[in-house]
């Protein structure tokens, strides 16, 4: 089963508005964390926003703001004022509690093309 | 610019060669990763190391063998690869977080392979 869902494959927003990507998950564990990467055409993951499941308010960075509705298992990403250099791939990615380890192993969902237009 | 710094960018081998894929992290980062990428798709986890020991291998092929010489560098060596393995390899490296999973992890720029 899909532990990451992300149900929009592109999106196009006009530059200068907002635009909400969609990212639902699904875990039984307790403690997870939730993060948002940006991926442009050359290639890297660019880290955006985390949430932890046991944070009270939404996590803000920028112009992004995570819209985390824990009781839906979702956890949707909102770019602000949506600018050309915005235009990527984004991806949602979740990373349970890995059972006391030191690192977590990312899950990551389907990914969501954005495009901006002038 | 990124922290994580992978060499080389591009690298196309041939089937019968033999090459490596290099990774450099200095933010003290005890825990790095390897994934395999193929276009559009996400990232797919190959190896994680934690404190230099091998903590996950998932089921890559021996084809594929990791080294993490010490905390800063993450080898992948490469031998006998398949068409198939054409993708973007990236690295990641994270703080060792006891299992809160709040940090995130950073990537490199990536290494595309070609296989011809």
């Known amino acids: 089963a899909q532990k990451i869902t992300q149900t929009q494959p592109g999106m196009f927003v006009q530059e200068k508005e907002a635009v909400t990507l969609d990212c639902t998950y699904d875990?039984?564990?307790?403690?997870?964390?939730l993060f948002w990467y940006k991926q442009p055409s050359s290639g890297e993951m660019i880290f955006l926003i985390y949430?932890?499941?046991?944070?009270?308010q939404n996590a803000t960075e920028g112009r992004y703001s995570l819209n985390f509705q824990k009781a839906r298992k979702s956890a949707n990403l909102v770019i602000s004022a949506s600018q050309l250099g915005d235009s990527a791939m984004y991806f949602c990615?979740?990373?349970?509690?890995?059972?006391?380890?030191?690192?977590?192993?990312?899950?990551f969902g389907q990914g969501t093309i954005l495009t901006v237009h002038p | 610019d990124t922290e994580v710094t992978q060499t080389p960018k591009h690298l196309v081998m041939g089937m019968t060669n033999k090459k490596s894929l290099k990774c450099e992290q200095h933010?003290?980062?005890?825990?790095m990763y390897w994934y395999k990428q193929k276009a559009k798709k996400p990232p797919e986890l190959m190896f994680v190391?934690?404190?230099?020991?091998?903590?996950i291998n998932e089921s890559v092929p021996s084809r594929f063998s990791p080294e993490c010489p010490n905390s800063s560098l993450l080898n992948l060596h490469l031998h006998a690869l398949q068409p198939e393995d054409s993708a973007l390899y990236l690295c990641?490296?994270?703080?060792?977080?006891?299992?809160?999973?709040?940090?995130?992890?950073?990537f490199g720029d990536g290494t595309r392979l070609s296989i011809l």
């Open positions: 875990t039984s564990d307790p403690s997870y964390g």
């Open positions: 933010m003290g980062h005890r825990a």
């Open positions: 190391y934690s404190y230099e020991k091998l903590s």
């Open positions: 990641a490296s994270s703080q060792a977080s006891g299992g809160r999973g709040n940090q995130p992890q950073h």
């Open positions: 990615a979740m990373r349970e509690s890995a059972g006391g380890t030191s690192y977590g192993k990312l899950t």
């Open positions: 949430q932890g499941s046991y944070d009270q």
